[in-house]
């Protein structure tokens, strides 16, 4: 018996960091219909993962480059989601993944008056993030700025 297969509806989405289009599938879902009306990140999978190493290698700690990527898709940034996903994953490669399963697919995680909808509703700011760099380019520009005046 031929049974019709009914095809997960998948449009084209374009990956504003490597220029191409590519079939929905391969983006992260976004909530926030009014920023991204197209329901999907405006970076792909593959994009986001190499932020995350970007970051990784800039800074030296997953918190904070997971606190990057969460600014640049407009994702919020939950401690615990954070924590959890560290607990279950140490593969870099499947970071994103876990979190964003964590933070959008699982009720559990979520306390009843929870929105996590935009970066904005980070329950972390920036100056709680081990491994943020401004603040060791803000003492090295003071310290260079007092050698000058000295
Ligand atoms: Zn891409």
């Known amino acids: 018996m031929a049974v019709k297969t009914k095809a997960k509806s998948s449009v084209m989405c374009m990956c504003i960091k490597d220029g191409r289009e590519y079939p929905s599938d391969r983006f992260y879902e976004h909530k926030n219909l009014e920023i991204f009306p197209k329901g999907y990140v405006p970076y792909c999978k593959d994009c986001c993962n190499d932020m995350l190493q970007y970051y990784l290698k800039k800074t030296g700690t997953i918190e904070a480059s997971m606190w990057y990527v969460c600014a640049l898709l407009d994702i919020p940034f939950i401690k615990r989601v954070f924590e959890k996903t560290q607990e279950l994953n140490r593969d870099t490669d499947k970071f994103i993944e876990t979190y964003y399963n964590l933070l959008w697919g699982s009720k559990s995680m979520k306390k009843a008056l929870d ?29 260079e700025k007092l050698e000058l005046d000295w």
């Open 115 to 143: 929105t996590w909808e935009s970066f904005s509703d980070s329950d972390v700011g920036f100056e709680e993030i081990s491994g943020v760099t401004k603040t060791d380019e803000g003492i090295k520009a003071q310290i």
